[in-house]
């Protein structure tokens, strides 16, 4: 069974560019979540997705930021416009139904903004 | 306001011995905790948790233990192997689904 993938791997942009992360969950997870994490701190959560709804986006830093899930398979994170305090790396993750279950992460998109 | 701590930015165990690795809380309302392990350029994975009532769950070299009065949480890694060397998150759950993480534990195991 195929993990959680996520695209671009890495992505270098310019301030005041636009970026656009896509994350793929496991066949059949109905939760996805975007997570964040900057300079070596700690992981911090930005929103909650259950199937094509967003549940929770009290994480989100600022309206900069964009997220969807086009019927309830793969999620995107648009950031526009980039701004230097967003470099980091951008984990998403996805889990089954129930609240107990585990979240399996990606392997991230290291976002370098300049 | 960060809700994990994890205090220890790294440390550096002989092959063989036991990693003990700590975590504090602040939020009384989580009542479930995890531990993931991350390798570079790899995303976190699941390797223990614990609910709130219990205090040690223990899988094959792991094991985790909760002192819920004190709001602190320790793994323990024993005997410790080369492959564990990584990157720790402590983690931990209320009653939704987001997790909050410490920053995590960097472990070296030296041979």
């Known amino acids: 069974e195929a993990g959680v993938t996520q695209f671009p791997s890495h992505s270098v942009i310019e301030k005041g560019q636009t970026v656009t992360l896509r994350c793929d969950p496991i066949s059949g997870h109905d939760n996805l979540y975007w997570y964040r994490r900057v300079m070596g701190k700690e992981i911090k959560f930005l929103l909650h997705f259950v199937k094509e709804s967003k549940q929770d986006e009290s994480g989100m830093p600022n309206n900069r930021f964009l997220a969807e899930r086009t019927g309830g398979t793969y999620s995107t994170l648009k950031v526009q416009p980039a701004e230097l305090e967003d470099s980091g790396v951008y984990f998403c993750?996805?889990?089954?139904?129930?609240?107990?279950?585990?979240?399996?992460f990606g392997p991230g998109t290291r976002l370098t903004v300049l | 306001d960060q809700q994990v701590k994890q205090n220890s930015p790294s440390l550096s165990v002989q092959e063989g011995r036991i990693s003990i690795l700590n975590c504090d809380y602040t939020n009384s309302m989580f009542d479930y905790f995890l531990w993931y392990k991350k390798y570079p350029a790899e995303g976190p994975t699941f390797l223990i948790s614990i609910s709130s009532i219990k205090d040690k769950n223990e899988d094959g070299r792991f094991t985790v233990f909760l002192n819920k009065s004190a709001k602190h949480l320790s793994l323990h890694i024993v005997p410790s192997q080369p492959g564990d060397s990584a990157v720790y998150f402590c983690a931990s759950r209320s009653n939704d689904y987001k997790l909050s993480f410490g920053a995590g534990t960097t472990v070296t195991v030296r041979a």
């Open positions: 993750a996805s889990s089954q139904v129930r609240h107990s279950d585990t979240q399996y």
